[in-house]
């Protein structure tokens, strides 16, 4: 099964950018769908971005335009560029495999936004 350990995380003032990393073990990582949600407390997690086996790619509406997904499967990583970042952008953000109905989500990295 697939283990992912993301970094990237950190304080940025507002319009600021980050880059989000979230690595991956194993052999098979082209094969898994992968995305990044985030989460705050009292709220439900929610979609920011998702690419999948294709490099197609979804976005959460309110990140559109700002924030960018990629992968390298060369690397077994997958990034989020965060551009333009808002105080409401600070959240816990999570990466999640997904292979058919099995999803794997790593441990969180906290971004934090000033303004």
Known sequence: QVQLVESGGGLVQAGGSLRL???ASGRTFSTYAMG???QTPGKERELVATINVG???DYGDGVKGRFTITRDN???TVYLQMNNLRPEDAAVYYC???ILSRHT???GTQ???SS
């Open 21 to 23: 990393s979230c690595a």
């Open 36 to 38: 990044w949600f985030r």
């Open 55 to 57: 490099a197609r790619t």
């Open 74 to 76: 060369a690397k077994n």
């Open 96 to 98: 999640r495999a997904r």
């Open 105 to 107: 989500w790593g441990q």
């Open 111 to 113: 971004v934090t936004v």
